[in-house]
């Protein structure tokens, strides 16, 4: 009796592993593949809002402040010099007009993309798009990193993305040719 159980005992844990060998191997060719892609897409998300964001409101602010700064100057300028002086006004409006312009050049290629303040270009929904449009290798947005880190960090996230976006379109290939196959019989006999 006792060896019968022990018999017993061995077929109910084959079985079980057997069950979750295949729940694992089914969870890795479909359903398996598609949350680690929504899973690296969200995680990719979180990664560049916390490497991008504060990065373009800091450039979104000097280049707020550098406006404010230039328009007090033209009020001062206008307010001494109006009336009584039209050439030195019309020399110091050009030189401050110029030096504002220089300073947002300056701002456009660090970055900076012409939000005003308040702005949050790095959301939860523009993020998953960059992220989608990485390793889906379509690169269309106007969303891009623009520090150092988040230029490295899309390189190294589309270097794993890609892969697994194949083997994501590879599934669904299989899945949708077995149904294919499987309607094609069907309407054949």
Sequence with gaps: MHRRHGHRSVTVRARIADAIRKLIAFLFTQVGVC????GYTVIGAFMFIALESEYNAHLTREVTQQRSRHVDLLWNITHHLNVLHAERWRQDVNRTISDYQESVVRSIRRGYDG???GYLGWTIPSALMYCITVYTTIGYGNLTPKTGWGKLATVFYALAGIPL?????????????TSFKYTYKQMCT
Excluded: F, P, Q
Excluded at 35 to 38: C, E
């Design 35 to 38: 949350a680690l892609i929504v």
């Design 165 to 177: 976006m194949l083997l994501y379109m590879s599934n669904v290939g299989d899945i949708l040719a």
């Design 115 to 117: 939000s005003e303040v």
